[in-house]
Antibody, heavy 122, light 113 residues
């Protein structure tokens, strides 16, 4: 059974970098069938897909256009996890952040982390 | 990006009665090459992450009760809860994964009348 465990700070200062990690159990970050994603949710913007990483013959990352160059998603094969970095945060980035996986061939996000409430405030 | 809309915003249904949620996409999410609609439905209860109920517009995930029924094709989809149970109180979201700029509907809140 695949499980995702998130970790990271719940408070980030404006202009700094938001960093979260998602540890995978029951599957591999290097799986040639899974896709690993970050999604956030806020009352004002709803559910927003932020980006993904996955491995086939090589690693591929895709990011939401609205985040432009602020986002990086990185796999860590040694720890079987993947991470999110969001630079230059503003209060608009305050949200619950989720990692989510597509592991079972459904095409959709069939496994989710528990969520991390991140507040951007000085 | 594909814009997802849902109706109604909320609904209250008596226990044992039918609940119907509609979802519309701004462009078709149907792939003719594999005859699949790239549309999923999620259930979210307070303090929990969304849970995938239905993928490919009508395929229930393992363990999801058969009272949850997904239907539709192209741009118009429906999630039906055939006989509402108390544990079904939640917000329901549709989601398109046709385009890599994945998007979600705004949600429909289901309550007990």
């Amino acid at each position: 059974q695949v499980q995702l465990q998130q970790s990271g700070p719940g408070l980030v200062k404006p202009s700094q970098t938001l960093s979260l990690t998602c540890a995978i159990s029951g599957d591999s970050v290097s799986s040639n069938s899974a896709v690993w994603n970050w999604i956030r949710q806020s009352p004002s913007r709803g559910l927003e897909w932020l980006g993904r990483t996955y491995h086939r013959s090589s690693w591929t990352n895709d990011y939401a256009v609205f985040l432009k160059s602020r986002i990086t998603i990185s796999p860590d094969t040694s720890k079987n996890q993947f991470s999110l970095q969001l630079n230059s945060v503003t209060p608009e980035d305050t949200a619950v952040y989720y990692c989510a996986g597509r592991v079972a061939g459904s095409g959709a996000f069939d496994i989710w982390g528990q969520g991390t409430m991140v507040t951007v405030s000085s | 990006d594909i814009v997802m809309t849902q109706s109604p915003d909320s609904l209250a249904v008596s226990l044992g009665e039918r609940a119907t949620i509609n979802c519309k996409s701004s462009q078709s999410v149907f792939y003719s090459s594999n005859n699949k609609n790239y549309l999923g439905w999620y259930q979210q209860k307070p303090g929990q992450p969304p849970k995938l109920l239905i993928s490919w517009a009508s395929t229930r995930e393992s363990g999801v009760p058969d009272r949850f029924i997904g239907s539709g094709s192209g741009t118009d989809f429906t999630l039906t809860i055939s006989s509402l149970q108390a544990e079904d109180v939640a917000v329901y979201y549709c989601h398109q994964y046709y385009s890599t700029a994945f998007t979600f509907g705004p949600g429909t809140k289901v309550e007990i009348k």
